[in-house]
Structure formats: C-alpha cells, structure tokens
C-alpha cells in the first residue's frame, strides 16, 4: 500500500468510524430511553440487557454503514478539496482513478462484513426484539402460540385446521385434518386433541383421535376411535405450517429458502415477496459499494464554490437510492415486476450513475445542467 493510499483511507476512515459510532450511540440512547419503563416493570438484569442489545446491533450496522460512507467521504474529500490536497495530488501524475482505487476495497470489504449481518441477524432483528420484550414484560414467559390457524397443502391435498400450534415444541392441540383426492373429493379426516411431531423420524403422534374414512360421495365408509396414532412420511412439519403466516421482511436467507422450498405450490403472487427479499437480502450490501463511487466524484471540487452544490447533489442522489430501493421493493412484493429487478434494479440504476460520474470527474469536465428556457 502506497502512502497515497494510506493518507487518503486515513482521512476518510476517522470520520467514518465517528459516524458508525455516533449512530450507534444516539440509536442506544433513543431505544433505551423508549424502553426503559418496560425494562424497570420486567425487572431486567445486566446480562438481559446484553443480550437484548447484542441482537439488534447487526441491523443497525447494516442500516447505517451507506449512511456513515457517505457522510465520510463528502466531509473527507471537502476537506482535501479545500486545502487544494487533491489537486496536488493529480499534479504529481496520479490519477483521479487512482484516488479512487483503495476506496474499491473498502467498498468490497464493507459489502462483505454487511453480507454477513444481513444474511439472518439483521433481518431478524426486529422478530427477536418484540420476543424478547415480551419475554421481559412476562417475567421470562414467552407465548409464542398460533393460534387458530388454517393450512392448505396443495401438493398433497391435505388441509389442516390447528386451534394451537407450538413451533418452538413441535406440538399442536385441537386439529382437523381433511384428505382429499386429485379431483377435491374428501377421503379421510381426522379429529385430533392432541398432536406432537419428532423431526428426527418425521413422525407425526396423534393422542385422542377419531378416524372418519368416506367414499367419493361422502358416505361413511369407516369411523375409528384410537388414543394413539403414528402417521409417518408426511411432509407438513410444524415449522412448515406455521410458515403460512411468516412475515417476509422479518425472515433471513436460510429461513426464505426453507418457505420457499416448503410451500413452493403457493400462488405466485403470495410467493412474491419472499422471492423479492432473498434477492434482496443479497443487494442490500451492494448499496454501500455504489455510494462510494456516488458521493467520492461529488467531493471532489477543484472551486470552493461547488462544495455546496456537490454535497447537496450527493444528498439527494443518496436519497432518491433509498427511494428507488423501497418503490422497486414494493413493486416486486406486489408480483408487478421480477424480484430480480425489484432487488437489483436500483443497484444497476444508481451504479450506471456512479460510474457517469466518476468519469466526468476523471475527465475534468462539468456536470450536465439543465438550461431553462425562458
């Protein structure tokens, strides 16, 4: 690493760290301030505390690292700007392109540490933060029940109706299962109080069942009464029935595969917006990499009288992304368009832009202006 290079991240990284932490702490003080009466009546320890704490920093990170480099390098890049540092730079024969370059793997790695946050910790931040709230309001109890709950199984003609399902105990009470035939005849149902599952052998117990078999015409064919029974090999686990009512934004990219490998006959239109946020979980990152190259060319002015007109185009840029990003989301949980563009599509837009940017910059020429005609 040249000294170049070491001077230029030296002088972007100091603000950036003040940022990342600034955030950080004023996020601390504002939640902690907003939940402090709850915390007092659930009588919270130290270590409760942590642990509530620890599970929210991931998504904060995520939230904040776009935010942090773009603040960091418009401040840095000003500052070298004023000081004429960067065009003494480019008089010793160094490219703006070669300014740039260290910021390239900056970028990657801050698109690697923000991959790694927001594969699972980050998107489930908010599902873990209301347990765990609810967990300290109730003294340590937590109910995480669904409660009467309605599943189809397309696949396997098969619907269910849970008045409690326990994901978390693999168990359910008050069932009735109804079997049909490819052609939506009732074959066989079944009354259940009682159900447990073992994902181990995939077996399903049954405690206190009555057993109805029909022919297609709805006619008793058979009526049994068991107090135990083991259904084997059916593919409806707790956890996939219980999938039906999982939020997709809430989910990370282990837990979008599974729903969408389990309930993979669901419509497309309801498959949607997890399709959108697993490609989404993966974009997100990238936005760190584009602001780079969308705020670095605007904080480099060569007059003290575009400083403020750079700095506020970045702004705005910055946030048209993160508008884009939302409206394309929305756009693609609504089937209106392929996941694929609603996750990456911003990314392409605003990347093309950072890049057009870049080369003007490069190429000393002025940005495109809009003539008024009068």
Avoid at 48 to 66: A, E, G, R
Wanted: glycine share 6%; with cysteine.
């Amino acid at each position: 690493m040249s000294l170049l290079d070491q001077y230029v991240l030296k002088k972007f990284a100091t603000p950036f760290l003040y940022c990342i932490f600034g955030f950080v702490a004023i996020w601390f003080i504002w939640d902690l301030s907003t939940n402090l009466p709850d915390f007092v009546q659930g009588h919270m320890t130290l270590g409760m505390l942590f642990q509530f704490y620890k599970t929210q920093i991931p998504n904060v990170i995520v939230q904040s690292v776009p935010v942090g480099v773009l603040l960091a390098l418009l401040y840095s890049f000003t500052q070298m700007s004023r000081h004429n540092e960067i065009i003494s730079i480019l008089s010793s024969g160094r490219s703006l392109y070669r300014i740039f370059l260290p910021f390239v793997f900056v970028g990657l790695l801050l698109v690697g540490v923000c991959t790694y946050f927001n594969y699972e910790q980050a998107p489930q931040a908010e599902a873990r933060k209301n347990e765990l709230k609810d967990e300290i309001k109730n003294n340590g109890k937590t109910n995480k029940l669904i409660t009467a709950h309605l599943f189809r199984n397309r696949i396997d003609y098969r619907t269910w109706y849970l008045q409690t399902l326990d994901i978390s105990h693999q168990s359910a009470s008050e069932l009735e299962i109804i079997q049909q035939d490819s052609e939506g005849n009732i074959t066989e149902k079944w009354y259940v109080d009682v159900a447990s599952f073992d994902p181990a052998t995939n077996t399903w117990l049954f405690h206190h069942v009555s057993h109805v078999t029909v022919d297609p015409t709805t006619n008793l064919m058979k009526f049994e009464f068991l107090d135990e029974l083991p259904i084997s090999n059916w593919s409806e686990s707790p956890w996939r029935i219980g999938s039906s009512m999982m939020n997709s934004d809430l989910l990370g990219v282990p837990q979008l595969k599974n729903y969408l490998a389990y309930n993979r006959d669901f419509p497309k239109v309801r498959l949607a917006p997890f399709v959108t946020n697993l490609d989404y979980r993966w974009a997100l990152p990238w936005t760190t990499f584009i602001v780079i190259f969308l705020a670095g060319p605007l904080g480099i002015v060569y007059s003290r009288r575009s400083i403020l007109s750079g700095v506020a185009l970045a702004v705005i840029l910055f946030g048209a992304l993160l508008f884009s990003s939302n409206l394309f989301l929305a756009f693609g949980k609504g089937a209106r368009c392929a996941p694929w563009i609603a996750a990456w599509g911003p990314n392409i837009l605003f990347g093309a832009i950072a890049l057009f940017l870049v080369w003007i910059k490069a190429t000393s020429r002025e940005l495109p202006t809009i003539k008024w005609i009068k």
